[in-house]
Structure formats: C-alpha cells, structure tokens
C-alpha cells in the first residue's frame, strides 16, 4: 500500500490550496481516511477525516474553511483548503485506516502560508 500527497506550496493568507492523496494498493472506498498535519514545533494533529459511508468530520481549527472528500474510481482522497492562514503552515499527511492495529501514511506535502 502506497499514499501519495501532493497539492502543497506556498500560499498567500486568505488564499486556497487543494491536496491531493493518490492511494495504491488498497481500494479506498470501504475505508476511513484522514488529514492529519504537522505545525513547527508541534505535535502531529488531525484535521479532517471520511468515512466510508461519505460522511466528514473536522478539527474546529479547520471547521468551515477545509473540505474533505474522495474519488473512489480514482482512488484518491482530498483536502480542500480555503481561507488559509499563516497558523495552517505544516506539513500534511493523508492517513488510511485497514483496521484498528494497522494503518498507513503518505509521505506528506508542505504547505505554507505566509504573505
């Protein structure tokens, strides 16, 4: 099983960035998928998450601004980011979830936002 973020870069405060999660291996549509990122200096921290029947679920940090969802014939998770602010700089990783002792990480994707 393999995860591919993609999607990161540098973005001005206010400004949106769409990531994307490229999943091999496994078929996506049966199973939980998350965000999770990385600030400086912080502990990695969940942000958003789908499960298999569609429905979302989000961080109150990020509540409103990000939108989470996913193409089951491309296999493929997203995060929508709008209204971005400098204090969303991290790193982010998409997180697929086989079971409760096992689950994969993508390599993660920069994003920085800063004017």
């Known amino acids: 099983v393999q995860l591919q973020a993609s999607g990161g870069g540098l973005v001005q405060p206010g400004g949106t960035l769409r990531l994307s999660c490229a999943v091999t291996g496994r078929r996506i549509s049966t199973k939980f998928m998350g965000w999770y990122r990385q600030r400086p200096g912080k502990e990695r921290e969940w942000v958003a998450r789908?499960?298999?029947?569609?429905?979302?679920d989000y961080a109150d940090s990020v509540k409103g601004r990000f939108t989470v969802s996913r193409d089951n014939a491309k296999n493929t998770l997203y995060l929508q980011m709008n209204s971005l602010k400098p204090d969303d700089t991290a790193i982010y990783y998409c997180?697929?979830?086989?079971?409760?002792?096992?689950?994969?990480w993508g390599k993660g994707t920069q994003v920085t936002v800063s004017s």
């Open positions: 997180n697929l979830v086989i079971s409760h002792n096992l689950d994969y």
């Open positions: 789908i499960i298999p029947n569609g429905s979302t």
